[in-house]
Nanobody, 124 residues
Framework: QVQLVESGGGLVQAGGSLRLSCAAS????????MGWFRQAPGKEREFVAT????????YYADFVKGRFTISRDNAKYTVHLQMNSLKPEDTAVYYC?????????????????WGQGTQVTVSS
């Protein structure tokens, strides 16, 4: 089993940046594809970005391409989400998740473990 703990959320002005981190427990971290999702009030949880087990391949939702970057450090059991040029519509709780599937996964049902989430608020 993998336990995930997110950090790095906060309040930022539009156009600003934040770097989210997700720390994973267990030495099996490199066996999981990792992803970031977000959920705004009254909306369903949506896919943001995912990274392969080795870190060599990434995939993003269209609305974050060119602004967000996902990365991972398998030696430190961590995955990050660098968020630049933030917009008010990026306001949400951001969740880190781990998937046993190898290929790109963009749906919540294909992720096996979830963190508790970290709040990101972007003011206009």
């Amino acid at each position: 089993q993998v336990q995930l703990v997110e950090s790095g959320g906060g309040l930022v002005q539009a156009g600003g940046s934040l770097r989210l981190s997700c720390a994973a427990s267990g030495r099996t971290f490199s066996m999981y594809r990792m992803g970031w999702f977000r959920q705004a009030p009254g909306k369903e949880r949506e896919f943001v970005a995912t990274i392969s087990r080795s870190g060599s391949s990434t995939y993003y939702a269209d609305f974050v391409k060119g602004r967000f970057t996902i990365s991972r450090d398998n030696a430190k059991y961590t995955v990050h989400l660098q968020m630049n040029s933030l917009k008010p519509e990026d306001t949400a709780v951001y969740y880190c998740a781990a998937s046993k599937y190898i290929g790109v996964q963009v749906t919540t049902t294909t992720y096996d473990y979830w963190g508790q989430g970290t709040q990101v608020t972007v003011s206009s």
